[in-house]
């Protein structure tokens, strides 16, 4: 006996259709999440799986960092803002590239982006880089 059409399967998606309900389980999509040096397995709902696809995809999965400032404090320092989605950055990845900014840039720099929950602001004026709560 063939399944009639829910709401769900009868909408059109960028995909052409959606899924049935049977077949995402057929694909056992889930979310995971580094934990505790252990990836992990944090959601299997379709509708956080299929959230968590879309999020990767926006701006091919690249923060959104903008300039505010070129002449930060008068003194030509360049203060970025990480434009926060609700995913924090990779902050030994973000300090590495505020360092080679720095090289760049040939003034301090700084990155204003939120850390669990917390305005959180990197500096860095040469070889190391300060995190300060702000």
Known sequence: MPCSPSPTTS??????????????????????????EEWTI???????????????MTNSGHPYIVVEDGDYKGRRELYLRHQHDGRDLDLPYAERTLQYVHQIWGRPVHLET????????LTCE????????I
């Open 42 to 56: 944090t959601d299997k709902q379709w509708e956080r799986v299929r959230d968590a696809l879309c999020d990767a």
């Open 126 to 133: 040469g070889e190391k880089v300060r995190r300060e709560t």
């Open 114 to 121: 939120r850390v669990e929950g917390k305005a959180v602001r």
């Open 11 to 36: 909408t059109p998606s960028p995909a052409g259709r959606r899924r049935s309900p049977r077949r995402r389980r057929h694909l056992d999509l889930f979310v995971y999440e580094l934990k505790d």
